[in-house]
């Protein structure tokens, strides 16, 4: 049985800036640079949505929905939590509601696992913080 490698956390910390950059500028090209070609993406946003993004025509299209629903979007107290072969992301989020001007924060996390030295998923748990 073939064991898989996951990257070091230096090659981890590495792969996490280059996806975020990518993310942050919606650019699939160097998202893909640091995916692997069937890179699976789960979605939850704490409220309702659940979203399976597969390939870069869903995680583009994903990426324009959130930017049209929200006229703010911002990550705080990100914290990157590696493991022997996945790393644990945390954070909260704080978003404006473009057509309501509601305010929402949640608090997530995220799991990410490796294949061939690239992030193969990517799995995101959202909720609302309490008042």
């Given amino acids: ?10 090659e981890r910390d590495d792969l996490f800036k280059g996806f975020a950059r990518a993310l942050f500028k919606g650019d699939m090209v160097a998202l893909y640079s640091v995916v692997t070609p069937d890179f699976l993406w789960t979605f939850h946003d704490g409220l309702a949505v659940t979203k399976s993004l597969a390939g870069a025509a869903a995680i583009a299209e994903h990426l324009a929905e959130q930017k049209a629903l929200f006229s703010a979007q911002r990550f705080h107290d990100v914290a990157y939590h590696h493991a022997n072969d996945m790393t644990f992301m945390t954070f909260r989020v704080s978003e404006t509601v473009r057509a309501t ?12 696992t490796f294949r061939d030295g690239r992030l193969a998923t990517k799995d995101v748990y959202r909720k609302p913080t309490g008042p």
Avoid at 104 to 110: A, L, M, P
């Fill in 1 to 10: 049985m073939n064991k898989i490698m996951a990257p070091s956390s230096t």
């Fill in 101 to 112: 001007g509601e305010q929402r924060e949640q608090r997530g996390v995220e799991c990410y």
